[in-house]
């Protein structure tokens, strides 16, 4: 039975250049495990999309005094391009604009309204006196009253992370004019959470496999008692509210200046894309969402953890069609640039782009896959990554890839007649070979990353120890098989590192007239060996060193 992976990403706002951070967050990692699942023959749909609606593109476009479509329009292009620079391998990448998305929010909406999960409340938001209207919650800031960090939006403390309600900040401002703002009472659709929280527990108590920070933060959130939450906001940009499949007696008031809350509406996008893919390829988005073999993994920031573990589960629940749930939140925590938060404003910032264009994007990926913040924050260094591309893929794996394919050119003339594979290095790859599909089954990137550095670093030891320039003439046969088992590690190395750096591997294969496939029930981790070996091309370093 071949093995389903449905992988869902972030959805970047499109407010913005993305910077490296969302790289290290989620583009990347997320990359890696698409293609470890492609590699593995497993049947792998991966989408995600621009998330065009919510207060962080108003907010921007208020700013530069635009409105919320231009400035989608001016960033998404750019999205694209990041995403088809990187080689993010995305089977759809879309967008919360479309009508598909629209519709499918609106049943998500009326069907946990229909199953009485949804609740009409008063409650109090933050009221701008000076602006004369109701603020959403990213609209103000003021200090966190449970770790006292300042400058928090009003909806989320990204120190602590822990999510706010209205009223749970002290001294709470405008972003835009900076006066102060009060509370006032509006009314809003929630979601009843407190009705599902004993489901919700039982799937975050048996998912014990997560990485042992998002677990804990996860239970720690529901031992607090999960409560109604809106899922709707005074706002104008955004999907709307589906007022004429809604009872007059249920109706809220002012409903048709009211939007579905975004951190509501965005998740959804991860089955209302799959449902527009299937439509695209002529496939069925069931395949992946009601077949309960197939595993979910989402790929995202820490900030995120809480909608992914606790309210995106919720929803689905609610939904009571036996949709699958996450099966692993590939949760990872912040990057830091030289020990700082990333803030363009105050020119801590490395353009994702820019820095592809600079120094390569096969350097760029393989620094980050390095450095990945899985269960801690990491840290972006400059002097760090330009030794980390020289030491370790120019002077150990790029040397030694040439020297062996030199030495089988220039002194082999290309001719090996012992093709037999020497134990020590059989025994070595076997060994790697499983650890590394082990470890990647669990998303641990950066212990897959040290284990082909380990892997790298035997591979050098063997050739220098075995001195097969030595053997050349002394003993020509011996010579041979070592070349003939450093070949297969080379073999090995195109696979084990093409998730990393995908267009240096396929270069590597284009010097055999070999090609990296990916076919459903195909796993190319089965071992074996590159016999008839012919180089097509002079083989030319696969990597420079960074000034």
Known sequence: MIKKIFIGTAWPYVNGDLHVGHLAGYLIPADIFSRFCRLKGYETLMVSGTDCHGTPITIEADKRKISPQDLVAEYTPKVLELIQTYQITYDLFTSTTTDNHKKITQEFFLNLLNKGYISRQKSYQY??????????????????????AKEQRGDQCENCGRSLEPGELINPK??????????????????DYSKLQKQIENFVFNSNHWRKWVYNESVGYLKEGLRARAITRDIDWGIEIPKNKISTNFLIDNIEHKRFYVWFEAVIGYFSASVEWAKKNNKDWEDFWLDSSCRHYYFMGKDNLIFHTIFWPGQLIGQEKGYNLPYFPAVNNFLLLEGKKFSKSRGI???????AKKYGVENVRFYIASILPENKDADFK?????????NELVDKIGNFIHRVLIFFQQKLNQKIENENLTQEVLVKTEETLKLY???????????TFNLILDYVNFANQYLDKNEPWKLLNENKNKCEEIIFSCFQIINNLRILLWPFIPQAMEKLSQF?????????GQDNFVFGLLRNIKLTQKPEPLFKKLN
């Open 127 to 148: 009221f701008s006196l000076t602006e004369n209207k109701f603020l959403p919650d990213r609209y103000v800031e003021g200090e966190c009253k449970h770790c006292q």
């Open 512 to 520: 055999f007239n070999l090609k990296i496939e990916t076919k459903t």
């Open 349 to 355: 910032h490395i353009d994702s782009l820019e820095i």
């Open 437 to 447: 599909q082990e470890n990647l089954e669990k998303c641990e990137m950066v212990k």
């Open 382 to 390: 400059w002097q760090e990554f330009k030794e980390t591309i020289n």
């Open 174 to 191: 405008s972003k835009l004019t900076g006066s102060s703002v009060i509370l006032k009472e509006t009314e809003h659709y929630f979601l």
